[in-house]
């Protein structure tokens, strides 16, 4: 089993900038693909980022490209989301998740086996 904890969401002006933790107990995330979702009032749960188990490959949504990064450090069992240039439609709650195969693609999306329980995105006009 392995739980996960976001933090480092928050409050933030249009063109601000916050960087969200996820940090993973139970188990070693070091073999598995990791992701990054969001979810909006009212909207499906959107897929934002992900990285694979080594950080040599990484996918993002056409609406955060170039805007967001995705980082992990295995050392410390977290994985990262530094988010930029934050717009009012980034207001959502974030989600961590881990994929359940060890060495598993990020392409196609893996199944996310395990889910935090979010933290809350605001971004103000």
């Known amino acids: 089993q392995v739980q996960l904890v976001e933090s480092g969401g928050g409050l933030v002006q249009a063109g601000g900038s916050l960087r969200l933790s996820c940090a993973a107990s139970?188990?070693?995330?070091?073999?598995?693909?990791m992701g990054w979702f969001r979810q909006a009032p009212g909207m499906e749960r959107e897929y934002v980022a992900a990285?694979?188990?080594?950080?040599?490959?990484?996918y993002y949504s056409d609406s955060v490209k170039g805007r967001f990064t995705i980082s992990r450090d295995n050392a410390k069992n977290t994985v990262y989301l530094q988010m930029n240039s934050l717009k009012p439609e980034d207001t959502a709650v974030y989600l961590c998740?881990?994929?359940?195969?060890?060495?598993?693609?990020?392409?196609?999306?893996?199944?996310?086996?395990?889910w935090g329980q979010g933290t809350q995105v605001t971004v103000s006009s």
């Open positions: 139970g188990r070693t995330i070091s073999r598995f693909p």
């Open positions: 998740a881990a994929g359940g195969k060890e060495y598993g693609s990020i392409r196609p999306p893996p199944t996310y086996d395990y």
């Open positions: 990285i694979s188990w080594s950080g040599g490959g990484t």
